[in-house]
């Protein structure tokens, strides 16, 4: 049996009680740890959950799946992901491949940020398609998501940005060597995401139609949701520039059209509470 | 101090680990009790959590919401949702009046229907605007979900359809009296559903634009989902209607535009598995 678990949103409590019981008696756990991440340690989680975990890293996940699903015909095998199973990304290959050995699953179900987002007093009902900021460099600076959001407003809807995440990600220069070196993990703040907006709606006058942002626009800013430290913050996008929100994870709302009570939710959230 | 606890998808083990520890030490424990159900009964919550649970109603929330925070300047409530607290319903009202009477709260978030429905193997990112399908009766048949449902589909996204649940309802007659009288709780299945919306795509010819539905357009039926006799079933329109997928609760998503590998995983259920 295959068993992927949802690890909520990042503490070694956020396990459900079941997801917790079945953890403890499977005979190999693997902690997929690259589209995500824990507010807590692979330490702090073995202590927690009294065994031994196997990190699984994108390059294990994409090239190595057999060994994640070997003799799970006899044994039971966990496969724990940050957030819901199948939330931000998907591991559905994976699903696909234990179905074609006959491998039976399950799935633990957990809280992500695509549902935990509600916090913030936006309905998730009003929400649009779910995008992703990339980190820019001096080359290349990617905004297909700029276009996304705009159709998303046009119809009223919210939308969730996820910011992006680098965890053992190479340098070019590693890349091109073949030099398995890996740099440091990098996590986009809110004022990172914001200033590459600004940069869009400062710079950007071939995208057309829709409503576009401007730097007196609304976005909610949030980070570590769930966490006791969590942080929600309503403001224009130039100031969202000058927050600090402090540690990972962020990530941003861009609202479309708001609902009276969404309106007074968000401003909860204008004086920093 | 006010607690929003999720429980997840139904099952007394679905609550997360910190959350079952807020709930044995909080001062009052009420159970939200009208947007969703449990798969279990209050009383097995209550052997579980080895404590009593007071049930709130639609009434007492949106009522009597004084009571569920009376004193908790002071004390611990804490307020169970099923699902997420903030996931197919909001209670953001009760998060602004414990504000304004200076309450903090804390939110402890769990899966709700919102983000697991991604075990089909549909990308969370690809859906649209979720949308309600209410029973329908001899008099009353509004179709406004499915304008929702063809404006998501020209925009290639997939519809999560949530289906009615009547718990503690007046029947008209009752109503009309005062007299407070309440009907067995009822839980739209997909094929009642799917009857409803075979009877807009064969008589509405009103609708116009869109990618309308057909009769032979695949739908993706779920039930019980998280649970561990949970159904998924891939199959047309037409056929849905005769699907039978057993206890709630049940919902349904109309695709959008399918990537390959969301085409793979949805194939996996149209064999009943």
Request: charged share 25%; with cysteine.
């Amino acid at each position: 049996m295959l068993y992927f678990i949802g690890l909520g949103l990042g503490d070694a409590k956020d396990i459900t009680v079941r997801g917790l019981e079945l953890v403890k008696q499977c005979d190999r756990v693997y902690l997929e740890h690259y589209t995500s991440i824990l507010t807590c340690g692979k330490e702090e989680l073995e202590k927690f959950y009294q065994r031994d975990i196997i990190l699984a890293d994108r390059e294990m996940v994409e090239q190595n799946a057999e060994e994640i699903i070997a003799n799970a015909e006899t044994q039971e095998v966990a496969f724990l992901v940050v957030g819901d199973p199948f939330g931000a990304t998907t591991h559905a290959d994976l699903v696909l491949r234990a179905k074609e050995k006959g491998i039976p699953h399950k799935v633990v179900h957990n809280a992500s940020i695509m549902n935990a987002i509600a916090c913030t007093g936006l309905q998730l009902y009003n929400f649009g398609e779910t995008v992703s900021i990339p980190f820019w460099t001096d080359n290349w600076k990617p905004d297909s998501f700029y276009g996304k959001i705009l159709k998303n407003r046009e119809c009223g809807y919210h939308t969730l940005c996820l910011l992006d995440i680098k965890v053992k990600e190479q340098s070019e220069e590693n890349l091109i060597k073949g030099k398995k070196i890996y740099e440091p993990p990098r996590f986009m703040t809110t004022a990172q995401a914001a200033e590459q907006l600004m940069h869009i709606v400062e710079n950007n006058e071939k995208v057309e139609g829709g409503i576009q942002l401007r730097a007196d626009s609304i976005v909610v800013c949030v980070a570590r949701v769930g966490a006791d430290d969590q942080k929600i913050v309503t403001c224009t996008l130039k100031q969202a520039t000058q927050e600090d929100l402090g540690g990972p994870l962020h990530s941003m709302v861009i609202p479309g059209e708001l609902h009276y009570l969404e309106k007074d939710a968000i401003d909860m959230w204008s004086n920093k509470s």
